[in-house]
């Protein structure tokens, strides 16, 4: 069973930063896509941001492109999102996904985190 681990959530104002990390666990291959989703109350799951197997490519949401950033983390199943100039709207949990395709859809990764709790006071 594959088992991604979320960290580094919090409370944070607007226009600060937070990093989140990810570490996934378990019989995962090296080359798998891993990608950060979001979820704010009464809300859909929507994605954030993710990154092929190896980190050359990578792919935003309108709404984090420029202040966010993926990135592969040491460890070949380990990622980060450095997040700056967080605003209110941010406010979510956030997951970290698994899976062999580097997509914006939920439907595609099929190993997902428990979340961890982002949120931006005004």
């Known amino acids: 069973q594959v088992e991604p681990v979320e960290s580094g959530g919090g409370l944070v104002q607007a226009g600060g930063s937070l990093k989140l990390s990810c570490a996934a666990s378990g019989r995962i291959s090296n080359s798998y896509a891993m990608g950060w989703f979001r979820q704010a109350p009464g809300k859909e799951r929507e994605f954030v941001a993710a990154?092929?197997?190896?980190?050359?490519?990578?792919t935003y949401s309108d709404s984090v492109k420029g202040r966010f950033t993926i990135s592969r983390d040491g460890g070949a199943n380990t990622i980060s999102l450095q997040m700056n100039s967080l605003k209110p709207e941010d406010t979510a949990v956030y997951y970290c996904?698994?899976?062999?395709?580097?997509?914006?859809?939920?439907?595609?990764?099929?190993?997902w985190g428990k979340g961890t709790q982002v949120t931006v006071s005004s």
């Open positions: 990154l092929n197997w190896n980190g050359d490519y990578t």
């Open positions: 996904s698994a899976g062999p395709v580097m997509s914006r859809r939920t439907n595609l990764y099929p190993y």
